[in-house]
């Protein structure tokens, strides 16, 4: 059997630096990752009509002068949200690890629309939430348990099981702290926007409720300071070598939710591009 | 640009947000009642409306939720909206950088206020910090000591508003000849020493004669590039000289290139070509073999090298695509001045350095060794920066840098001597991976040289010749236009154009590159022209401002540039990758002219030529003294340096003495935790990490090496590590062969296979005008023969840094010890075999490999309890004929899966070692000294914990596996013994025999390794 994965967009920019580990994690869930660079796909916003998936990697994107992501976030507001919105509409999930989070959250694609559902504005709205520098001022690598809300509806960590203690993903970064108004808060836990949170006594930079990654009001937009797509591998845990080898037999933490999003993607097929051939069965 | 005025922007934490870049400051300072608010100062120049200023300020510049943002005209106070209603501060300190400074944010904020609002702006950042509880004095000394350089930094006493920026102007051509032909010796040297030639007297009567052969005198830009070319720096000619030893002889074995004389002297011909690379070229099979110390003359030649000593890096194969490559740099003049831009710009250029590797390579891993002066020597000579504001300045800079550029750094060490203290040394190490057909690159005549990346400025002229200096308090005043800061960004958008060129569907875009470091421009293309010449439009060049001469153009070594041999039919493919990665690109010349000359023009007129041959080969090479003086050398090496004595005494009352002592040796700063540093690093970039430089339960263990897997789906790994024996100083050879043994018992612990072990070797050296430094030099380049050849481990590249001493005001001169930095790569066969050091469970057998003994001399024990004060104990020796074959053994077993966990004994001997297996892994252990091997002698129970005899290791095994384990080890005849049991008690115990000599428990163990290194 035959199966051609859905396709993925992984964006570049001068200063992205995690494509080649969410390009490597796409393809392990299934998916057939294709990067990008950003002056082509401003040059020619349509271009990302042709994915079933997107993703916005980590690193220092321009530097992350001024501010983790501004100049992104900035760029991508002016140029290309119009047509992210647009694949937003028809279905496709999008994630956003790490400096993807802070270029998602300063382009206005996160939190997303606050009236709910798929009323996007025409223009991106200015940010309702932050990621400001750690309370340390320090960049930090560290892997932390993880929490995922019962009722959140982001597609890529709903129905995760989180209960074994190899479900821990890796932080790497300057500038993850989440911050926005107690009324922000209430309203993305309403929604149940919340799609991640650091378990309380690993929220070492400091975010508001422990946040660690959030979701638009469709859940489809996944915003988060972790790296799941540098845990697809069982060698890449800390303490593999610990962890025996019967128990090393499960999908990875990170790979279950890429996983997630390429199943809901073969389910729903508002968006669907890809053609899989001789699937008798999804 | 046309300036109408300039707009002062201002963004800080908004009401009730924290801020915490100026709550760092505080806690830094810990002056209790301080308290400190930091903002952004944005200064643009421009036309701008009230319009465009708010829309800068609210879309760019400031966060919507946690900022606060306001904008100042000079005059006509038209002001944004939001305004501090906060208390006012007693004092207000700016920072900014001096002109000329590379100001990477200002660039950044350019360039996305041209695409914001269309306009070409004139952007240059500073910082403000408001002070309450201390005086407007206070806070100025507070600044400049924790958050200013004034080598690179202007600091203001209220928020600066300039009228206009500095600029400078248009330069007007004339070439400036230096009439050297008629100077008498005494005028030759005063020319070296003010026009920063740093020349001996012997190379400038090189120059004067060839000039006079000529008959002409050189052009200022001529004797600049012969300065640069024939530097320490670049040229490596103390380790490539002739040198004539006395003393006591290493061995009586014979060394290529030395002729023994009968006054018991030894002539060597090239240092460097007759041992470290000899070495390689035996084992290659390129030269004939010498016997030796654990020599296997009947050995099969390596043929896995595939490029040494001849490129930026060296390379050996990986597997049947990829070939790896590992290039170690210094970077310790310039970070003494201005570390964290010293340290940035060290992995820099190092990063470099791979990418302009053959056809070029992918950058995969960093490593970082820093040398510095103890924490707590406050009081430092006039000129020196405190050691603590060093290093974490450096550890600062390497984040910077290597966090941004995504390649992970995750293997090195920190070492710490007070006499460090006025040359610190900062090691940077870079290694990538390329594809096996791309491992060397070539120049053909008519290919245009093409320069691509950062652009040319005025910083960072006569970092060559200012490296091979030695250092005084006024260095930091007459170089400061030899410190830079570097902007990663466009090294990353060079990077990617480059390996986009490299695997373009067409083929390789060009024929070989290489990068722009020492020297610059003058280095690069004299290189890659080195056979061909090549004729070089210096006014082509892109440029940070106007008005740099030619000269300047030449020689900077501005960071971030490339130089590419582009053959001309490929120049718009090259030219489109590069605009799609927002590289800038220009085309310097052509490579190839009729007389092989160098010609250098500015507008189309000659302003230089330089003949290729009496650049490259014009070198003066003296005959050099080496007087080894084992005494002065012992006496040098006396322990932390010039500070008195203080005996032992148990911190902890409830502690015995080998309680406290193994506590000690924990929180001593060579073996404490660097987690604070490992931690701000993003060692897991790019997702290959397999053995990260943290191991075991809540990762609180420290790795003996780091283990990546560098090709997606393949199981195959390298493992990367390094070995520093700087406690041996006393006897360099002692050293040498301990620094290689660890490095490569660091690798087989993690599980690379020891029959695939490249090494890299880096001295840094004080002067070697002194002949006892210079035979402390040669019995460091014995051992790396010696040890390499025995361990069939081959040198692959090299660097050294020498004049490494200070001078003080007073005139005391204060000499590093000679430091020998060893890294190391190797493959590990399947990397489900990795192995970590942190013990599994309880219920294992502990196995000691190796013999130990009792010579104490340069161990951490001596250096804790004060014992080799004098540096009068004997001190370990690597045995040649033993060590390699105990790496193999261990190695097999570990490759065999017969090993839980495997650490290697270094400082502080099995009681850290053992110390550092349990709390990592959270698992007791029982272990009794009297068990281990020592060839038979009775050894004090001291010895037993604390000797640091090299080619140790401490390997956990499963009950039912030991009796095999131990049958192996037994066949090999390599000394060995099961010296105790891994617990289900949270407790190390230490006895002899019946007697118990220490019972720790693993939460002090854990809390004295943490807190030593915080």
């Known amino acids: ?282 | 640009m046309s300036l109408g005025e300039i707009v002062r922007f201002e963004v800080r934490a908004g009401h009730g947000e924290r801020d915490p870049r100026g709550e760092a400051l505080a806690r830094s300072v810990g002056v209790a009642g301080l308290r400190v608010a930091h903002s952004s100062v944005y200064l643009v120049g421009g036309t701008l409306s009230a319009a465009a200023c708010n829309r800068l300020a609210r879309e760019l510049l400031a966060d919507p939720v946690t900022q606060t943002w306001e904008w100042k005209r000079l005059r006509g106070a038209q002001s944004g909206p939001a305004s501090s209603n906060k208390l006012a501060p007693d004092a207000i300190i700016e920072v900014h950088p001096l002109p000329g400074v590379m100001d990477p944010a200002a660039q950044s904020v350019e360039a996305a206020a041209k695409a914001l609002l269309g306009d070409d702006l004139e952007v240059r950042t500073g910082a403000r910090f408001d002070f309450w509880g201390v005086s407007q004095r206070d806070a100025r000394s507070i600044v400049e000591q924790h958050a200013a350089n004034p080598v690179i930094h202007a600091v203001f006493d209220e928020p600066h508003h300039p009228e206009a920026f500095p600029h400078g102007s248009a330069y007007g051509l004339h070439i400036r000849e230096v009439p050297i032909r008629e100077l008498n010796p005494t005028q030759l040297d005063t020319l070296s020493r003010d026009a920063h030639l740093f020349l001996s007297q012997e190379e400038m009567h090189a120059i004067q004669r060839e000039y006079r052969r000529l008959g002409r005198d050189p052009r200022e830009i001529e004797l600049e590039t012969i300065a640069q070319t024939w530097s320490e720096h670049c040229v490596h000619k103390t380790l490539k000289s002739t040198i004539c030893y006395s003393g006591e002889p290493c061995g009586t074995h014979a060394r290529p290139g030395h002729e023994g004389q009968q006054s018991g002297r030894v002539m060597i011909n090239n240092l460097l070509k007759s041992t470290v690379a000899a070495a390689t070229h035996e084992l290659m099979g390129t030269i004939p073999q010498c016997a030796g110390p654990g020599v296997d003359l009947d050995a099969p030649a390596i043929d896995w090298c595939l490029s040494v000593f001849g490129d930026n890096s060296g390379v050996v194969a990986f597997d049947e695509q990829h070939a790896v490559c590992f290039k170690v740099e210094t970077h310790n003049h310039p970070s003494a001045i201005e570390p964290y831009g010293g340290a940035a710009t060290g992995i820099g250029g190092c990063i470099r350095d791979i990418v302009g590797t053959g056809q070029g390579a992918k950058p995969i891993a960093s490593t970082d060794v820093f040398c510095v002066a103890n924490g707590d020597l406050t009081k430092v000579p006039r000129g020196c920066i405190a050691p603590t504001r060093i290093l974490s300045q450096v550890v600062s800079g390497i984040r910077d840098y290597g966090n941004r550029m995504g390649i992970p750094t995750l293997n090195g060490a920190v070492w710490f001597d007070d006499r460090y203290v006025g040359n610190p040394l900062v090691y940077a190490g870079c290694i990538g991976i390329m594809p096996r057909n791309r491992t060397h690159g070539s120049v053909a005549a008519g290919d245009v040289i093409v320069a691509i990346g950062g652009r040319t400025g005025r910083d960072g002229i006569h970092g060559a010749t200012f490296s091979s200096a030695e250092l005084t308090d006024t260095h930091a005043d007459e170089f400061s236009h030899a410190v830079q800061i570097g902007n990663a960004i466009t090294e990353k958008v060079a990077l990617d154009a480059i390996l986009a060129a490299r695997d373009h569907a067409q083929g390789c875009l060009y024929h070989g590159l290489t990068d722009c470091g020492a020297g610059g421009f003058s280095s690069a293309v004299g290189e890659m022209g080195s056979s061909l010449g090549a004729e070089v439009h210096l006014d082509r060049a892109p440029v940070k401002y106007a008005g740099l001469t030619p000269t300047e153009i030449w020689i900077s070594e501005a960071q971030e540039r490339f130089v590419l041999a582009v053959p001309q039919g490929n120049i718009e493919a090259l030219r489109a990758i590069c605009d799609e990665h927002s590289v800038e690109m220009c085309e310097l010349g052509t490579f190839g002219t009729p007389d092989q000359n160098i010609v250098l023009r500015w507008h189309g007129t000659e302003v230089g030529r330089l003949d290729v041959k009496f650049l490259h080969a014009g070198i003066p090479s003296p005959i050099r003294e080496a007087v080894w003086d084992a005494a002065w050398s012992r006496d040098n090496a006396k322990f932390a340096g010039s500070r008195a004595f203080q005996p032992f005494q148990p911190a902890d009352s409830q502690l015995n003495m080998m309680e406290a002592v193994v506590c000690a040796l924990l929180a001593h700063p060579n073996i404490a935790s660097k987690a604070w540093i490992i931690r701000q690093y993003d060692h897991e970039v790019q997702g290959t990490s397999v053995v990260k430089p943290l191991v075991g339960t809540g990762q609180g263990g420290p790795s003996d090496a780091a283990v990546i897997a560098p090709v997606a789906a393949s199981s195959r790994g390298l493992a990367i590590a390094n070995g520093l024996a700087t406690g041996l100083a006393s006897d360099p050879y002692i050293m040498g062969l301990a620094a290689i043994d660890e490095c490569i018992r660091n690798l087989v612990c993690v599980g690379a296979d020891p029959s695939r072990i490249a090494i890299l070797d880096n001295f840094s050296w004080p002067s070697c005008k002194d002949a006892r430094n210079m035979a402390a030099l040669v019995r460091a380049a014995w051992a790396c023969y010696d040890a390499a050849k025995a361990f069939r481990a081959p040198f692959i590249s090299g660097k050294d840094s020498l004049n490494n001493q200070f001078v003080t005001e007073d005139g005391v001169t204060i000499q590093i010890p000679p430091t020998l930095l060893i890294s190391g790569f190797a493959p590990v066969n399947d990397i489900a075999r990795a192995c970590t050091m942190d013990f599994k469970h309880a219920g294992s057998k502990i196995i000691l490999v190796g013999t130990t003994s009792d010579r104490l001399g340069g161990s951490h024990f001596a250096l804790v309890t004060g014992l080799d004060d004098a540096g009068s104990l004997e001190m370990p020796i690597v045995d040649l004929t033993r060590a390699p074959k105990t790496a193999h053994v261990v190695a097999r077993a570990i490759a065999a899966g017969w090993v839980r966990s495997a650490h290697d004994c270094s400082e502080g001997g099995i009681a850290v070692a053992l110390a550092e297996m349990a709390f990592a892994g959270g698992v007791g252990a029982q272990v009794d000294l009297a068990s281990m091997p020592t060839g038979g002698r009775q050894l004090e129970a001291n010895a037993l914990a604390f000797a640091e005899d090299p080619s140790r290791y401490i390997l956990e095994v499963e009950s039912s596996d030991v009796a095999r384990v131990c049958a192996h080890f037994e066949a090999a005849a390599i000394p060995h013994a099961v010296i105790g049991t891994t617990t289900e008690l949270d407790q190390l115990r230490l006895a002899h025999k019946d007697k118990s000599l220490a019972a720790l428990s693993l939460a002090q163990l854990r809390s004295s390794w943490s807190t030593g290194g915080a």
Not at chain 1, 10 to 23: F, Q, R
Not at chain 1, 225 to 234: L, N, S
């Open chain 1, 1 to 282: 059997m035959t199966l051609t994965g859905p396709k993925a967009l992984v964006i570049t920019a001068p200063g992205i630096n995690c494509d080649s580990e969410l390009c490597a994690a796409f393809h392990a869930a299934g998916a057939q990752p294709q990067s990008e660079l950003l002056q082509r796909l401003m040059r020619t916003p349509s271009l990302v009509d042709q994915f079933d998936l997107i993703g916005l990697p980590g690193g220092f994107s321009f530097g992350d002068d001024i501010a983790a992501g501004r100049i992104m976030g900035a760029l991508m507001a002016r140029s290309m949200y119009p047509a992210l919105r647009e694949a937003v509409l028809r279905g496709v999930p999008m994630i956003c690890p790490c400096n993807g989070f802070q270029i998602a959250v300063q382009a206005g694609l996160l939190p997303g629309p606050s009236g709910g559902g798929e009323q996007w504005p025409e223009l991106a709205a200015p940010a309702s939430v932050a990621l400001a520098p750690n309370a340390s001022a320090r960049f930090a690598d560290c892997w932390t348990k993880i929490e995922v809300p019962r009722d959140t509806v982001c597609i890529w960590t709903k129905d995760l099981r989180i209960d074994a203690p190899d479900d821990v993903l890796p932080s790497a970064h300057g500038e993850g702290r989440f911050v926005a108004s107690p009324h922000v808060v209430e309203r993305l836990e309403a929604g149940g926007q919340i799609a991640i949170r650091y378990a309380s006594s690993d929220n070492f930079n400091g975010s508001t409720g422990a946040i660690a990654g959030v979701c638009d009001p469709s859940g489809l937009i996944f915003g988060l300071m972790p790296h799941p797509e540098r845990y697809t591998r069982w060698t890449q845990h800390p303490q593999w070598t610990r962890i025996d080898a019967g128990v090393r037999t499960h999908d990875p933490l990170g790979l279950r939710i890429f996983r997630n999003a390429v199943r809901w993607v073969r389910g729903d097929r508002r968006g669907a591009h890809f053609e899989e051939l001789g699937a008798s069965a999804l």
